[in-house]
Structure formats: C-alpha cells, structure tokens
C-alpha cells in the first residue's frame, strides 16, 4: 500500500519547492554526491577523546568533528563557508535525527548541527529537530532542506538501522515499507516531503551497535567506541561504508566471517533498482581523517 497522503496542490508545492532549493545543491562538485561521472566523497573522521568515561561524546569535539569533516567534504578551510555551500538563508530546515532509546542521536550533534545552520543566516525559528513526529511539525512540512543524521546499529527487519532507514518515519504507513527485509526504502525518498532536499547525510559512528538478535535488540556487550563518524551527500554512499566498517567489526569480534542478517539489501537496491546514489565501494572516494587505529576499512 502507497503513502497517499498527499492531494495534488500540496504536491506541486512542495515540488516547487524543492526545485527551487535543489538549484543550490546541484552547484556542489559533483564529486561530493552520487551517480556521477567521478567517484562519491564520503568522509570518515574518527577523534579517540571524544567520548568521556562513561562513553558521552563531550559537545566542544563533537563540533571539531563536524567541522573538520565539512570542510574536508567541500574542500573549504572555514566551517562556516563550507555551510553555506549546503544551506540558503532563505532555507526552512529540518534535522531529521533518531530517539532510539538505547543509541540515539547525541545532543551534542543536534546541537552542533543547528548551530552551523544558524551561522548560515537561518532564522531558529526555520530549524527543527525531530524524528517520530516529522509529518505533524510545520517546520518539516514546509521545509526546503534536510539534514538526516543518526547513530548506525543492527536492525531486525532491514539488518542495519541508518541514513537510509531513518527517513522511515516520513511515511504515514511506515509498516508497508517493511517487506522483503525493507528492500525498497529508497521509495521514501521520493516521497514530495523530501525528494531533493537532502543537503547532508551523517552516520554517527561513536558506540555502534554491531550484532544482536530479535526486535529491539540491545545489548552493550555487542557496541564498541569507534569514535567516528561518517559525512557525506550520498546517503547510498555513506551507508555502504557504514555497513562494511559494521561487518568488520563482526569478523574481528567474532573471528569468523558472521554476516549481517537479514543482508541489508536495501541498499545495494537504492543504488541498482531505485538510482538514489552509489553503494559500490570502488565508486566511492572514502577519505580517512584523524585517529587510525582499529579502523577496520
């Protein structure tokens, strides 16, 4: 069953709008998004303090992060110039982020996250963050960009929870989309409320979640302190190294070859079957900054 929630009228102006926002991000190098003729940026940038002892990412690293990670992305030297490569002053945003109870966004991103948008002229009153209830907040429902971040983990129906999965709750019927171990995610995207708005996609990499069995699994044993976190445009792209850096760590925990299951199929298929962005890895330019150890990619 489709997601029809939408009447005609609101589709042709949230399309509209889309456009309009879309004729900024298509200046980007087309280096840095998905299905071009050069290969797809994503960064990985991982920093060892920025946890505390009890694993809580401390706020002034996470910002160093992010800004190191942008700038690298858009090669830019100024965080803030990098940003407005992304985000229009003009621009009505909303961060789609994940409250998973057990490994949710970080505060501390979110926080990061408004406060480069806001350098880039955006009114506080145009940003929300929000995850179950996008469909029912004004800013999401008028906006003209995105910014979709979350934490990866393992995931029952689709085997892994991330950039991808987390545009889910953008359906009305999310349930609909869970078919075939949640092979065609991708139509999501295409949905009038976020097709083309997507301006950036991070992947938070601090303590994944890298086995479990069962719904809503959870189990600390089973998370380790990457440190990191992935950036890019592509969401396809940032996914795909997000899954092999996941099935690495399965391998050297495990000390066998132990896929993910269900396979997390749903990616390969936004890039082959849907044409969202690019999940094969020698099409994409992985570029490593900071901490190297147990990099595991």
Same mark, same amino acid.
């Given at each position: ?31 840095? !998004? ?26 002034? %690293? ?14 830019? &030297? ?57 469909? !029912?907040?004004?800013? =999401? ?33 999310? *349930? ?11 139509? %999501? ?14 992947? +938070?990499?601090?303590?994944?979640? =890298? !086995? ?18 992935? +950036?890019?445009?592509?969401? +396809? ?11 690495? &760590?399965?391998?050297?925990? *495990? ?28 099409? %994409? ?9 147990? %990099?595991?990619?």
């Amino acid at each position: 069953m489709k997601d029809t929630y939408y009447t005609r009228r609101k589709f042709l102006k949230d399309t509209a709008a889309a456009a309009a926002a879309g004729a900024l991000y298509m200046t980007l190098p087309k280096k840095v !998004y998905g299905k071009s003729e050069t290969k797809t940026r994503v960064i990985l940038i991982r920093n060892k303090n920025v946890l505390d002892s009890i694993h809580r990412p401390k706020p002034e %690293i996470v910002q160093q992060m992010l800004d190191e990670a942008i700038t690298a992305l858009l090669d830019e &030297k100024d965080p803030k110039t990098a940003w407005r490569k992304l985000i229009h002053p003009a621009d009505t945003v909303g961060i789609k982020s994940n409250e998973w109870s057990y490994l949710p966004t970080p505060e501390a991103l979110e926080s990061s996250i408004k406060k480069r948008v806001m350098d880039t002229g955006v009114s506080e009153k145009k940003i929300s963050i929000n995850d179950r209830g996008v469909l !029912y907040d004004p800013i =999401f429902k008028k906006s003209t960009a995105l910014i979709n971040v979350r934490p990866i983990r393992t995931h029952y129906w689709s085997g892994v929870g991330s950039l991808l999965k987390n545009y889910i709750m953008f359906s009305r019927l999310p *349930f609909s989309h869970h078919g075939d171990s949640c092979a065609d995610l991708a139509e %999501i995207w295409k949905f009038p409320i976020v097709s083309g708005k997507t301006r950036l996609n991070i992947l +938070v990499l601090f303590t994944p979640l =890298f !086995y479990g069995s069962g719904p809503h699994h959870f189990n600390p044993k089973y998370t380790w302190p990457y440190q990191g976190m992935l +950036v890019g445009i592509d969401p +396809v792209a940032v996914d795909s190294v997000g899954v092999r850096i996941l099935q690495a &760590k399965r391998k050297e925990y *495990f000390r066998e070859d132990r896929p993910i299951n269900p396979p997390p199929k749903h990616i390969l298929l936004a890039d082959t079957r849907h044409n969202l962005g690019t999940a094969d890895p020698s099409k %994409i330019d992985l570029i490593k900054i900071g901490w190297k150890e147990s %990099i595991l990619i």
